[in-house]
Nanobody, 124 residues
């Protein structure tokens, strides 16, 4: 079992950047496909980005393509989400998740372990 801890959230003006990190306080992230999801107030949790175990394949939701980059450093047991050109509609709690499946999937049900989330707020 793996325990995930997100960090790096905060308040940033529109057009700014943040880098989120997801570290394993227990377990080894290299065993898992990793994903980032987000949930805005009153909305369902939605997929943002995912990456395969060795980082050779990624997948992003259309709304963040060209702005967000998911990456991982298995030696540091950490996954990152670099967020650039942030927009107010990116405001949400961001969660990382780990899954046993083989693919960088957008399906929530494919992920077995979740962190508690980090708040990202983008001001107009």
């Amino acid at each position: 079992q793996v325990q995930l801890v997100e960090s790096g959230g905060g308040l940033v003006p529109a057009g700014g950047s943040l880098r989120l990190s997801c570290a394993a306080s227990r377990g080894t992230l290299s065993s898992y496909v990793m994903g980032w999801f987000r949930q805005a107030p009153g909305r369902e949790r939605e997929f943002v980005s995912a990456i395969t175990r060795n980082g050779d394949s990624t997948r992003d939701v259309d709304s963040v393509k060209g702005r967000f980059i998911i990456s991982r450093d298995n030696a540091k047991n950490t996954v990152y989400l670099q967020m650039n050109s942030l927009k107010p509609e990116d405001t949400a709690v961001y969660y990382c998740a780990a899954g046993w499946g083989p693919f960088a999937t957008p399906l929530l049900s494919s992920y077995d372990y979740w962190g508690h989330g980090t708040q990202v707020t983008v001001s107009p």
